[in-house]
């Protein structure tokens, strides 16, 4: 009687094992699959996607702060010598010291040097970019305009300039 009963035991127990080795498997598969997702969103993360992103019409590289919009009165030229002029504006209602903590960080990803003579000018190669951000004037009949303006302007770095 102890054989049968050790036949019956094993049987049923390997079924047992089959389904403890099914889910071992399957939580192996899942903990696999929610690794290569969060990695694949931590690519996606640090990659710097321009999907999303708004950009200047006048200043191709220049991306627009979110709460910023730009208005109609830049302007782009590309000089015969190398390097462009351009001017961008944005507007909205934001804070001044947020706008220009996001343009210190942003632009000094994008490969713009600090001066460290003048605050809020950048040199990248041959260029340099100059940022002002100020309250919003009123418009000629038009009642007290809120917010502020970032105004945005690409030169050629002076010839007497060092390399940077």
Do not use: C
Not at 138 to 149: E, P, V
Request: net charge positive; no cysteine.
């Amino acid at each position: 009687m102890r054989r049968a009963e050790r036949a019956v035991r094993k049987e049923n127990g390997r079924p047992q094992i089959r389904m403890a080795a099914l889910g071992l498997g399957l939580l192996a598969v899942g903990v696999a699959a929610a690794a290569l997702w969060s990695a694949a969103g931590a690519a996606r993360a640090a990659t710097p996607a321009r999907t999303g992103t708004q950009f200047s019409a006048y200043i191709d590289d220049l991306p627009i702060m979110p709460g910023l919009a730009e208005d109609d009165e830049g302007y782009a030229f590309d000089l015969f010598q190398g390097g462009r002029l351009a001017e961008a504006r944005l507007g909205g209602d934001a804070d001044a010291s947020v706008v220009r903590g996001f343009y210190a960080a942003t632009l000094t990803q994008m490969g713009w040097k600090p001066s460290p003579a003048e605050p809020y000018v950048y040199t990248r190669g041959r260029e340099k970019l100059t940022f002002l951000v100020e309250p919003r004037r009123a418009r000629a009949g038009a009642r007290a305009a809120r917010g502020l303006d970032a105004v945005f302007v690409i030169s050629p770095d002076s010839p007497g300039a060092a390399a940077h």
